[in-house]
């Protein structure tokens, strides 16, 4: 499959600052999707994205389909501790999922 | 609504020994899909079933490795005489349709000695 290009690798924030993190692939994907992971645990939707320009909403999150189809952003807003976390972009290009290797984020009080 | 559910969470085998992994995929949901996440790595596609079909296994090795999704019960991704490199955690996933968003369990993790 196609390994997309996330980044940045890890970020360490106060809280409440705001994040930004995004993923570049070479190949047009017709799905976008973010997931959050924790420790030892499966990772969970966040957002998904069907629509070149989309701009989705999921509380403090916001996440956009790039216009090109070959980018996604994810931004978090106003961080809180509980935001600590591996998120990954997955883009769906059929029916599998091409991963990137994830965005550690920590978050201090 | 119960999510994707896997068990066991936790498998510990000897080089050589069979492991057996066990995935309910969510109610409604009729697709199911594997993948295997290395330390620091995302997750990598393996296979993609649908009831007592295999629709693509391209990511799954050809040797040891197999998987079914049987009428009834649970998806099984079964490996042969497992070595040390097959140690990973090995995630499920389910959707009601073939291009849908995909919702992951909690994972199997396996560990070789």
């Known amino acids: 499959g196609q390994q997309l290009n996330q980044s940045p690798q890890s970020m360490f924030i106060q809280e409440g600052e705001d994040v930004s993190m995004n993923c570049t692939s070479s190949?047009?994907?017709?799905?976008w999707l973010w997931y959050k992971q924790d420790p030892g645990e499966g990772p969970v939707l966040l957002i998904a994205?069907?629509?070149?320009?989309e701009l989705t909403s999921n509380g403090r999150l916001t996440a956009q389909f790039g216009i090109t189809r070959k980018d996604s952003f994810l931004n978090i807003s106003a961080s809180i501790p509980s935001d600590v976390g591996i998120y990954f972009c997955?883009?769906?290009?059929?029916?599998?999922?091409?991963f990137g290797k994830g965005t550690s984020l920590l978050v201090t009080p | 609504n119960a999510g994707v559910m896997q068990n066991p969470r936790h498998l510990v085998r000897r080089r050589g020994q069979e492991a057996r992994l066990r995935c309910s995929p969510m109610?409604?949901?009729?697709?199911v899909y594997w993948y295997r996440q290395l330390p620091e790595e995302g997750l990598k596609f393996m296979v993609y079933?649908?009831?007592?079909?295999?629709?693509?296994e391209s990511g799954m090795p050809k040797e040891r490795f197999s998987a079914e999704f049987p009428k009834e019960g649970p998806s099984i991704l079964r490996i042969q005489q497992v070595v040390r490199g097959d140690s990973a955690a090995y995630f499920c996933?389910?959707?009601?349709?073939?291009?849908?968003?995909?919702?992951f369990g909690p994972g199997t993790r396996l560990t070789v000695t």
């Open positions: 996933a389910s959707s009601p349709g073939p291009r849908n968003e995909q919702y």
């Open positions: 190949s047009i994907f017709n799905t």
């Open positions: 994205l069907y629509k070149a320009g």
């Open positions: 997955a883009g769906l290009p059929g029916y599998a999922l091409n």
């Open positions: 109610k409604g949901h009729s697709h």
């Open positions: 079933l649908q009831k007592e079909n295999i629709i693509d």
